[in-house]
């Protein structure tokens, strides 16, 4: 059966006006059969796990002090948004309450170990997404359509990693298709709540921060879903950071390759892992507006296609430490590069952009809290320099791989801004390189003016080419 999922963020959902536009942007798709999954309101995941932090360091009385006006932000979109259903809202919160309630007592002054400590972050946690998909299930409810709150814990199956659990995909495909086919066939909106799972047990556990996007990709997987909408706040992906560069839009379509090159800089791209699932059924995942719902969207597809406009977009990110590691005796030596990273292992760092030369090796890390240990290490293997406060820049478009004459164009336009680091991933769609952090800005901007601003056919170009995009 056809259907659509519908993934609305936090910060889609923070008060009535938002969770009223969330009902509204269900209700003008309700003939494509949407299937909702929510995150909880904003900032209520941030208070329940600091509840929960709380009741490590003081006790169950201090946690919750925490939590009442997370509450009471629920309390007010019932008053404003429901009537009939009010009552039975208002219950679902207050046991929610008594619930994290008694999970905090049962920890107070009881010394957790790890293991314990993460089971019990999900299981507060968890009832943010529930309670948000209950409120939702009523909004719609209350606005005349059929719509039914389904308890993500019966859908989505996972191991027993708590904090950050793995889908078992067999099952939860399994259990999705059962709890939710049967809705969807009598014309009812499933809202089930992202980012919560449980095991096979039946305990409570989270997919990580920010899982909630990959809930959405994992429910349409299983669905066969035609589309994943993934509602937030802004238009879509971005051509730049519109704060840098004020004439940056939307960019139409980009393929999975693109999107996950542009992913490390920075939430408001998909993590490539959530669009895994999705990628691989061809299920395409569409980031959409819920303040313009009839503006522009980007759709992230499997296939890679090559643009008129070779450059899809610009990327940065700021606060990059690189490190250049020297030594004549890597010349023809096998092993060298494993030790590097074996330290960078060791100390748990991650690595993003890597480059490397006969004699030498350098690569660019966002955390810098173990540098000093690894440096010292690192200089068992040869001479160790240090740049901090550069930048990142990424220019990102499948048409890098086969149109000749773009990173001349790139360098020419700046020309006279330092340039290192620079990489071009094996997948040929994307050039990347550091600049001094002061420098960052004006790079961008110069960027985006040579490849997005320059003539007005360009223009209709980019927009001709993202066929299925609402204009
Ligand atoms: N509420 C969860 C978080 O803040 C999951 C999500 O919103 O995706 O991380
Ligand atoms: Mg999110």
Same mark, same amino acid.
């Given at each position: 059966m056809n259907s659509i999922v519908m993934k609305f963020g936090g910060t889609s959902l923070e008060g009535a006006t938002a969770f009223q536009n969330a009902a509204r942007i269900v209700a003008d798709r309700i003939a494509r059969r949407p299937v909702v999954v929510v995150s909880a309101m904003a900032g209520f995941t941030d208070a329940l796990l600091a509840g929960v932090r709380e009741v490590a360091t003081m006790d169950a009385v201090a946690g919750l002090a925490l939590l009442d006006k997370h509450f009471d932000r629920h309390y007010r979109v019932i008053d404003v948004l429901l009537s009939k259903e009010a009552p039975r809202l208002r219950a679902l919160v207050e046991n929610s309450r008594e619930e994290i309630v008694q999970l905090l007592n049962s920890a107070a002054n009881i010394n957790l170990e790890h293991r314990q400590r993460k089971a019990l972050e999900d299981a507060v946690a968890s009832n943010g997404e529930r309670l948000s998909a209950e409120l939702l299930g009523a909004v719609l409810t209350e606005n005349g359509f059929s719509a039914q709150a389904v308890d993500a814990r019966r859908c989505v199956i996972t191991d027993s990693e708590f904090g950050c659990a793995a889908p078992l995909l067999a099952e939860t495909f399994a259990a999705s298709k059962s709890h939710l086919t049967l809705l969807l066939e009598s014309s009812c909106v499933p809202v089930l709540g992202g980012f919560i799972g449980s095991t096979v047990l039946g305990e409570t556990t989270t997919l990580g921060r920010g899982g909630s996007d990959y809930t959405a990709a994992i429910i349409g997987a299983a669905l066969d879903s035609e589309e994943i909408q993934i509602w937030t706040d802004v238009p879509g992906v971005l051509t730049a950071d519109p704060r840098i560069a004020p004439k940056a839009r939307t960019v139409p379509r980009l393929s999975f390759a693109e999107a996950s090159e542009l992913a490390y800089f920075g939430a408001r791209v998909l993590h490539p892992k959530t669009l895994h699932p999705a990628v691989e059924r061809d299920i395409p995942v569409r980031i959409c507006n819920s303040r313009a719902p009839e503006g522009r969207s980007t759709v992230v597809v499997g296939e890679s296609e090559t643009s008129p406009q070779t450059v899809k977009a610009i990327a940065h990110k700021t606060g990059v430490t690189t490190v250049q590691i020297t030594s004549a005796?890597?010349? !023809? #030596?096998? !092993?060298f590069l494993r030790a590097i990273f074996e330290i960078f292992d060791k100390y748990r760092t991650a690595v993003d952009v890597v480059t490397t030369s006969e004699v030498s090796v350098s690569l660019s890390l966002?955390? $810098? $809290? #173990?540098l000093p240990q690894i440096v010292a290490e690192l200089e068992k293997l040869g001479s160790v320099s240090i740049e901090e406060e550069r930048a990142i820049l990424c220019i990102v478009g499948e048409g890098l791989r086969s149109t000749p004459g773009i990173a001349a164009r790139i360098f020419s336009t700046i020309s006279d801004i330092n340039v290192s680091l620079i990489s071009q991933g094996a997948s040929r769609i994307n050039l990347t390189f550091a600049v001094e952090e002061a420098r960052a800005r004006e790079a961008v901007m110069r960027l985006h003016k040579e490849f997005f601003e320059k003539s007005a056919e360009e223009h209709t170009a980019i927009d001709e080419w993202g066929v299925s995009v609402p204009a």
């Open positions: 005796r890597m010349l !023809g #030596a096998y !092993g966002d955390d $810098t $809290t #173990a």
